[in-house]
């Protein structure tokens, strides 16, 4: 299996940057736990609702609006894994997550691209992805290979079955992808069943990491529920991409960011293993960072307090990062 370098650790290799204190992270987890026992989340899935209902939680029918105690909070984040196998086809290529290790995967689901022959702007294609594909393949330093750009040339009723195809027939890396919903995500399964020989095989080595976004602020939608449920059912690793924008869907504060976005990862712990993702937002032209001479600054101290609160929790996580193209004379 693979085990990336640590960072942080008491050690040559890496290092260690913080700017939230012990104490500082603390009071933000106890605020996310506030928010959620007072404010609740809205939940739009029934079985969801009934789920959280059935272990305790305090729900407005009405409004569809999930109180959750504290303790049951605590709870999930103590029973959360600490440790995380994204397995490959190539056993030796299966990913550990755990602890400070570093690695790094492609952001998604890109809609276009600039194609290389011709110079012009397109829809993406299902042999774009398998061209991205084999390149992150052959990049030693991705550890996970997750879908950079969607299949949109194929039937929209099955692209993400295409986009797994593209994922697994171009690297033996691990591969990473949205399945849409519940039900794609059980297709996709079914599929990785084939590839391994047998759904046994899967409990140790899932071909799959699902991937799933709420919506902030407090909005767990339907195809998000499905996925996490039918993900923990299936004992699938899954994402949870939450994308709060500071400034926009979540406080503009670093701290007040935080505490929201702890929502969307507490109130999640007891599904199935993942991690998660956030991005602020520019408040002159109200665009966001990624990508901008802004997010090189702002972005990585917020990214950095993702992962302080993270230690709370003690799971991996994911902190996007985007690269600015530049042109250079001569």
Request: glycine share 8%; charged share 25%; aromatic share 6%.
């Amino acid at each position: 299996m693979n085990r990336a370098i640590c960072s942080g650790k008491f050690q040559i290799k890496g290092i260690d940057f913080k700017v939230l204190s012990d104490d500082e992270i603390t009071d933000i987890h106890y605020a996310s736990l506030e928010i959620l026992e007072k404010t609740g989340v809205y939940v739009e899935d029934d079985d969801a609702v009934d789920l959280f209902h059935s272990i305790g939680c305090r729900v407005d029918d009405n409004k569809r609006i999930v109180k959750i105690p504290h303790y049951l909070v605590e709870k999930a984040i103590r029973t959360a894994p600490s440790r995380i196998v994204l397995g490959a086809r190539n056993h030796d290529k299966s990913f550990i997550m755990e602890g400070k290790r570093v690695t790094f995967t492609s952001f998604g689901e890109g809609v276009s691209v600039v194609d290389i022959n011709t110079g012009e702007i397109r829809d993406s294609t299902k042999k774009d992805l398998a061209a991205g594909t084999r390149l992150m393949d052959a990049l030693d330093a991705y550890g996970v290979c997750h879908r950079p750009v969607s299949s949109l040339d194929v039937d929209p009723t099955a692209y993400t079955l295409h986009n797994y195809e593209a994922l697994v027939h171009n690297t033996d890396k691990p591969v990473s992808l949205g399945p849409g919903d519940g039900k794609g995500l059980e297709k996709i399964y079914q599929m990785s069943a084939i590839i391994a020989g047998g759904e046994d095989t899967l409990v140790d080595n899932p071909l799959i990491c699902a991937s799933t976004c709420p919506v902030t602020p407090l909005r767990l939608v339907k195809h998000c529920c499905e996925i996490g449920m039918k993900a923990a059912e299936l004992s699938i690793p899954v994402r949870f991409t939450t994308m709060a924008l500071a400034g926009a869907t979540s406080p503009i504060t670093l701290a007040g960011t935080q505490a929201v976005q702890k929502c969307r990862i507490s109130r999640l712990c007891g599904d199935a293993p993942g991690c998660s993702t956030r991005s602020p937002r520019d408040l002159q032209q109200f665009n966001d960072f990624d990508g901008s001479k802004k997010r090189r600054s702002c972005g990585g101290f917020s990214g950095n307090g993702v992962i302080c609160c993270h230690e709370r929790p003690n799971g991996p996580i994911l902190q996007s990062a985007f690269l600015e193209r530049r042109d250079v004379d001569g």
